[in-house]
Nanobody, 124 residues
Framework: QVQLVESGGGLVQAGGSLRLSCAASGLTFSTYAMGWFRQALGKEREFVGVILRSGGSRYYADSVKGRFTFSRDSAKNTVYLQMNSLKPEDTAVYYC?????????????????WGQGTQVTVSS
């Protein structure tokens, strides 16, 4: 049974930082690209970015570029989302997801497994 479990969300002031973790189990971690999405209240779930299988390539949405960083630890089957310079508009539930696709990572339908999400709230 595949599980993706996010952690690390919380309440932070604007300008602050948080690090989210996503621990994967039940899958061959190295064969999946790991994406991050977020969904603000009343809005569509949006692509935040992806870190590819080797961990060498990362792609970020324009809205987070330069502030967010992805990493992955194959020994722990875990991916991380380091969020710096947080803004109130970053407030959302953040989801990690695993994809065995090799393209179109921004499309939700290309992800096979999803975590339950973790809430991030940025106060102004």
């Amino acid at each position: 049974q595949v599980q993706l479990v996010e952690s690390g969300g919380g309440l932070v002031q604007a300008g602050g930082s948080l690090r989210l973790s996503c621990a994967a189990s039940g899958l061959t971690f190295s064969t999946y690209a790991m994406g991050w999405f977020r969904q603000a209240l009343g809005k569509e779930r949006e692509f935040v970015g992806v870190i590819l299988r080797s961990g060498g390539s990362r792609y970020y949405a324009d809205s987070v570029k330069g502030r967010f960083t992805f990493s992955r630890d194959s020994a722990k089957n875990t991916v991380y989302l380091q969020m710096n310079s947080l803004k109130p508009e970053d407030t959302a539930v953040y989801y990690c997801a695993a994809s065995n696709s090799y393209t179109n990572y921004e499309r939700r339908e290309n992800y096979n497994y999803w975590g339950q999400g973790t809430q991030v709230t940025v106060s102004s």
